[in-house]
């Protein structure tokens, strides 16, 4: 069976934490494996993760299960820059996490899109408000593709630096299946590179999703 | 692995400008897999290729990913045949024919690639399929269908290599599926002279090292010198 991309959730000393939903087979037998156990990991792997130094004041957005690769950046963020976080889920059954979450952030929204949770609505129309009144220096995006489409769209009209990670159906996760391509904007020059490799945190400027 | 990734790549320059340095730098054979749109840029390819420092060239006549071409060419034994003589032509280096498993019987495309002046050819590229996502009502894949590799394809695999090393007189590189030594025993048995593995280093980036020291290790439990003697040994039922 082909290996599973998975982010890092948290890092804790010697240890390291995912999240991960059960989706399919792969991580229904990641889910069944029992404490003393072991498993074969292949990583880390790609180019690192979101850039936030010399930030001050940063809002952080995230959409279901792509919450988890934001909350190390805000543990680590935290320690120089204000901490807006704005998270959203389907319903309340999704929610996750929500006071490992509350806990880094110094404003924190919570929604769900059919309001069962939280605050009834997307993520992204509370940041679009704060975007308006706060001083915020860099957007750092993950989740779905419709949400990560709209930041796009929203820090290019308020031209806010923005970062976005991406996910996608990986086979090899080292740039040799060239399964995950994404195209890029270099300059004139549109290319295509891949999210596993050269990812999965992009300039949303360049990236096209 | 269900794929419709195609053949992404930059090239034929920028292959020789990047790529082959970089493979340059390991002591290996470097074989060169090349697809065309159609006969004309399969000779141009192979005339460009002719000029490189490399080992040799496996003719891509299979991949069900790519609209015009690859696939197109490789079902018959006319097409393989056509392509391949007038790559031959123009070709001095070994000259595999890659075959596609999507057809009735294999060793017609097989034959083809042998009276066309082929060296060897090597078998399978991946199974057509097709995946559903039952939630949603529609195929998984972007491009709807798509080449199934992987240890599920093995059997067939197995299967066309034995069919095919039976009639050609050609070397069989046989691929599909191979994970482990055990695999590689089971396709020299078959008729392969040689192996590939593809989608297994997708799991493991370090399969064929390991997949070696089993074959070693099966060479000493059945005493075996020389693995050469395996190839086609299987004793039919």
Known sequence: MLRRPISIYNIDRNNIEFVFQVKGKGTRILSSKEEGEEIDILGPLGKGTFKYEGTKNIAIIGGGIGIFPLYELAKSAKETAKINMYLGFRNKEFVVLEEEYKKLADKFILTTDDGTYGSKGYAIDFLKEDLKKNNIDMIFACGPLPMLKAVQKLAKETNTPCQISLEERMGCGLGVCLGCAVKVNAGEQEIYTHVCKAGPVFDSNIVEI | ?237
């Open chain 2, 1 to 237: 692995m269900l794929n419709s990734i195609g053949l992404q790549n930059p090239g034929i320059e920028y292959f020789m400008q990047n790529d082959l340095p970089w493979l340059k730098k390991f002591d290996t054979k470097i074989i060169v897999n090349a697809c065309g749109s159609s006969v004309e840029e399969y000779v141009e390819l192979a005339k460009v290729l002719n000029t490189l420092d490399i080992d040799g060239v496996e003719l891509n006549l299979s991949c069900p990913n790519v609209k015009s071409g690859c696939m197109a060419f490789g079902t018959s034994y006319e097409g393989v045949k056509e392509v391949t003589s007038k790559v031959r032509k123009v070709l001095d280096k070994p000259l595999i024919v890659k075959l596609t498993p999507n057809v009735t019987d294999i060793t017609e495309p097989a034959k083809g690639a042998e009276d066309a002046g082929a060296d060897g050819v090597s078998l399978i590229n991946t199974l057509l399929g097709m995946s559903i996502d039952i939630e949603k009502q529609r195929p998984v894949l972007a491009n709807n269908m798509g080449g199934l590799s992987g240890p599920a394809i093995k059997p067939v695999a197995v299967r066309m290599v034995y069919q095919v090393a039976k009639a050609v007189n050609i070397p069989v590189l046989g691929l599909g599926g191979i994970v482990n030594g055990r695999d590689v025993i089971e396709f020299m048995l078959a008729g392969a002279t040689a192996i590939s593995i593809g989608t297994g280093n997708f799991i493991e980036p370090e399969i064929s090292i390991k997949a070696i020291n089993e074959v070693e290790d099966y060479m000493k439990r059945h005493d075996i010198e020389d693995i050469n003697t395996i190839i086609g040994q299987v004793q039919m039922n």
